[in-house]
């Protein structure tokens, strides 16, 4: 596996040195695909169900073709048919004894192919003459793929299917059913648009409902990443203190993008040991860097809307949205403008609202970068 640049990662996955625990989750989601369970992962944005992923690929070890799809970069079915079908031929392709018979299956379809200039991996444009045709092909390609032996196929950010123009509801019902006939392959549906994937999943009224074990990630525990953060600036013979961790974690709110932003800026300007001053400074850096977008952001709302954000951001948590204290307190007005404000921030997914450990909700920003800078205007 070849090694980063910089112990802290901000994009990829770089092998298990890299990867900050996750044991507990891994290991649920390996025994569930060792036992015939398909999986359905949720977790909020960028705490890290893509480098899950790639995590439990790894530890699969070579027996297991492991196939991974970022459906969010498929907008028609006939995007995501071309897509699976390359990504289980960059899958299968490090795997000689049936590589031979998937291409061969594959030039039958007469494929325009090509090798993306940035990944090296292969891409690949069939020209399908219907539907119908699209989804004989993905079932030939599902039942090839199972006939080579044990298989996961991760289909990341699935909600976006209900996003095609075609009818996803039937969609879902005849992906379930070809999913129901494959002895080997097994199934990790991920995303972070939770309402959605879990009404594909939670709703008896959906193909897929209760077919899938439920898998949710949350923040990595602290004691954790600091161990993990120590243990990189040693190997590099560099120092960094608990406090400097905390102050790390704590603006970072836990997310483990952030913590990996910020780690890879302070480790990259520390000389021997880092201090609070090199982690205001990368803190500065990521602000101005973010800035333009987020006086964008600010002119594509009304002034109220970014003010109900602004408040939200103030605040970190709030419970209670429409609670006196809180409206007065940022002169908001009527809790009913408050919760129209509330309905289009969530929509936009600006705002989150999450479960705290006694189940009790509250709402946060979901881009904990916007709140801290929001918090510091
Ligand atoms: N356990 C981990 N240890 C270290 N880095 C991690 C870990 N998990 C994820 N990362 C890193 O954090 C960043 C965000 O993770 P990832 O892309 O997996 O999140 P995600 O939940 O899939 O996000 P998105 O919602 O944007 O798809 C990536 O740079 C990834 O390399
Ligand atoms: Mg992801």
Same mark, same amino acid.
């Given at each position: 596996m070849e090694e980063p640049f910089n112990p802290f990662p901000i994009y990829g996955y770089f092998g298990p040195a890299y990867f900050c625990n996750r044991e507990h989750e891994k290991d649920n989601l390996i025994t569930a695909l060792r036992n015939g369970r398909n999986v359905t992962l949720y977790a909020p944005r960028r705490i890290g169900k893509t480098g899950l992923i790639h995590h439990v690929f790894h530890h699969l070890g070579k027996k297991w073709n492991c196939v991974y799809l970022d459906v969010q970069e498929a907008f028609s079915f006939k995007d995501f048919t071309n897509a699976l079908l390359a990504a289980v031929l960059n899958a299968v392709s490090?795997?000689? @004894?049936?590589v031979k018979k998937f291409q061969d299956w594959i030039f039958t379809l007469r494929p325009v192919m090509s090798a993306n200039?940035? @990944?090296g991996s292969l891409q690949l444009e069939i020209d399908f003459a219907s539907e119908a045709q699209q989804r004989t092909t993905v079932k030939d390609a599902l039942r090839l793929l199972d006939s080579f032996g044990p298989g996961v196929i991760a289909l990341d950010e699935f909600q976006q299917i209900s996003a095609w123009d075609t009818d996803s509801v039937s969609i879902e019902g005849w992906l379930r059913s070809e999913v129901q006939h494959l002895k080997n392959l097994r199934f990790i549906f991920s995303g972070s648009q939770f309402h959605l994937l879990s009404e594909m999943f939670n709703s008896a009224k959906r193909p897929f409902y209760a077919s899938t074990q439920s898998a949710a990630i949350g923040k990595i525990s602290a004691s954790d990443y600091t161990t993990f953060i120590q243990q990189h600036f040693k190997n590099s013979r560099l120092k960094i203190g608990t406090e400097e961790i905390n102050q790390i974690l704590t603006w970072a709110d836990g997310n483990t993008y952030n913590i990996q932003l910020l780690c890879n800026r302070v480790f990259s300007k520390t000389k021997k040991e880092t201090s609070r001053a090199i982690i205001d400074e990368s803190i500065l850096e990521i602000y101005a860097e973010n800035k333009l977008s987020y006086l964008a952001l600010s002119t594509s709302m009304s002034k109220y809307q970014w003010r109900v954000l602004a408040a939200i951001a103030q605040e970190?948590?709030?419970?209670?949205?429409?609670s006196k204290d809180f409206i007065t307190r940022h002169d908001l007005g009527s809790s009913a403008s408050v919760l129209r404000a509330l309905e289009f921030l969530t929509s936009r997914e600006l705002v989150y609202q999450y479960l705290d450990e006694a189940g009790k909700s509250y709402y946060e920003i979901y881009d904990i970068i916007l709140m801290r800078w929001l918090q510091n205007k």
């Amino acid at each position: 596996m070849e090694e980063p640049f910089n112990p802290f990662p901000i994009y990829g996955y770089f092998g298990p040195a890299y990867f900050c625990n996750r044991e507990h989750e891994k290991d649920n989601l390996i025994t569930a695909l060792r036992n015939g369970r398909n999986v359905t992962l949720y977790a909020p944005r960028r705490i890290g169900k893509t480098g899950l992923i790639h995590h439990v690929f790894h530890h699969l070890g070579k027996k297991w073709n492991c196939v991974y799809l970022d459906v969010q970069e498929a907008f028609s079915f006939k995007d995501f048919t071309n897509a699976l079908l390359a990504a289980v031929l960059n899958a299968v392709s490090k795997n000689n @004894s049936i590589v031979k018979k998937f291409q061969d299956w594959i030039f039958t379809l007469r494929p325009v192919m090509s090798a993306n200039p940035h @990944s090296g991996s292969l891409q690949l444009e069939i020209d399908f003459a219907s539907e119908a045709q699209q989804r004989t092909t993905v079932k030939d390609a599902l039942r090839l793929l199972d006939s080579f032996g044990p298989g996961v196929i991760a289909l990341d950010e699935f909600q976006q299917i209900s996003a095609w123009d075609t009818d996803s509801v039937s969609i879902e019902g005849w992906l379930r059913s070809e999913v129901q006939h494959l002895k080997n392959l097994r199934f990790i549906f991920s995303g972070s648009q939770f309402h959605l994937l879990s009404e594909m999943f939670n709703s008896a009224k959906r193909p897929f409902y209760a077919s899938t074990q439920s898998a949710a990630i949350g923040k990595i525990s602290a004691s954790d990443y600091t161990t993990f953060i120590q243990q990189h600036f040693k190997n590099s013979r560099l120092k960094i203190g608990t406090e400097e961790i905390n102050q790390i974690l704590t603006w970072a709110d836990g997310n483990t993008y952030n913590i990996q932003l910020l780690c890879n800026r302070v480790f990259s300007k520390t000389k021997k040991e880092t201090s609070r001053a090199i982690i205001d400074e990368s803190i500065l850096e990521i602000y101005a860097e973010n800035k333009l977008s987020y006086l964008a952001l600010s002119t594509s709302m009304s002034k109220y809307q970014w003010r109900v954000l602004a408040a939200i951001a103030q605040e970190g948590k709030v419970y209670q949205t429409t609670s006196k204290d809180f409206i007065t307190r940022h002169d908001l007005g009527s809790s009913a403008s408050v919760l129209r404000a509330l309905e289009f921030l969530t929509s936009r997914e600006l705002v989150y609202q999450y479960l705290d450990e006694a189940g009790k909700s509250y709402y946060e920003i979901y881009d904990i970068i916007l709140m801290r800078w929001l918090q510091n205007k």
